[in-house]
């Protein structure tokens, strides 16, 4: 959700809230008609789920850890809003262009943060080593550099909060306020 943010995307779909693929094609032709460029996007998170569907896996590879690799929903997107696209747009259909962003993204040029915090992290763990202290992972916490145990990381599921953070019926960001927000707005506490 934070890259739909902050790359002005118009719509996202989530793994935690399956969408309906209908409304999001009636959706994305309306920003498509709004937009003085005749253009609309949406972002695709790898995990998304059609209404009727489960989780899209990228053949019978596997992680370090053993686990199916997700891939292939923003590619059965594309499809199914090309297909679905003269619906909604007086009969015509509508172009597409699908862009896996994953690596493009990770590979822009570094701001001054991408080169700040990494030098961070490097010192605060290098301390840690040299304190022998381990099982420890170096943190952004509130604003400022932390460390907490490995276990809070790899015990619980991070998922999107829905109710707070995620217009459902829009299938985009939702945020009342940045006032006292952190950072990254849209991060577990």
């Given at each position: 959700?934070?890259?739909?943010?902050?790359g002005a995307a118009?719509?996202?779909?989530?793994?935690?809230?399956?969408?309906?693929?209908?409304?999001?094609?009636?959706?994305?032709?309306?920003?498509?008609?709004?937009?003085?460029?005749?253009?609309?996007?949406?972002?695709?998170?790898?995990?998304?789920?059609?209404?009727?569907?489960?989780?899209?896996?990228?053949?019978?590879?596997?992680?370090?850890?053993?686990?199916?690799?997700l891939g292939g929903?923003?590619?059965?997107?594309?499809?199914?809003?090309?297909?679905?696209?003269?619906?909604?747009?007086?009969?015509?259909?509508?172009?597409?262009?699908?862009?896996?962003?994953?690596?493009?993204?990770?590979?822009?040029?570094?701001?001054?943060?991408?080169?700040?915090?990494?030098?961070?992290?490097?010192?605060?763990?290098?301390?840690?080593?040299?304190?022998?202290?381990?099982?420890?992972?170096?943190?952004?916490?509130?604003?400022?550099?932390?460390?907490?145990?490995?276990?809070?990381?790899?015990?619980?599921?991070?998922?999107?909060?829905?109710?707070?953070?995620?217009?459902?019926?829009?299938?985009?960001?939702?945020?009342?306020?940045?006032?006292?927000?952190?950072?990254?707005?849209?991060?577990?506490?």
């Open positions: 959700m934070l890259p739909t943010m902050a118009n719509r996202c779909v989530i793994p935690e809230h399956k969408f309906d693929i209908d409304k999001l094609t009636e959706l994305l032709v309306e920003d498509r008609y709004n937009n003085p460029s005749k253009y609309s996007v949406v972002l695709v998170s790898e995990g998304a789920m059609f209404k009727e569907g489960e989780m899209i896996f990228e053949g019978q590879d596997k992680d370090a850890f053993g686990h199916a690799k929903i923003g590619d059965l997107v594309s499809l199914k809003l090309k297909e679905l696209s003269p619906k909604y747009n007086n009969g015509k259909p509508i172009g597409i262009i699908n862009q896996k962003l994953g690596y493009l993204v990770r590979g822009g040029d570094p701001d001054a943060i991408d080169s700040i915090v990494p030098m961070a992290y490097g010192n605060l763990a290098l301390d840690l080593i040299l304190k022998g202290i381990h099982g420890r992972l170096v943190v952004l916490s509130n604003g400022r550099y932390d460390n907490i145990p490995i276990e809070v990381v790899i015990n619980s599921k991070k998922l999107v909060n829905i109710n707070k953070h995620y217009n459902t019926e829009r299938l985009r960001p939702f945020y009342k306020s940045f006032e006292l927000q952190p950072l990254f707005i849209m991060t577990s506490e």
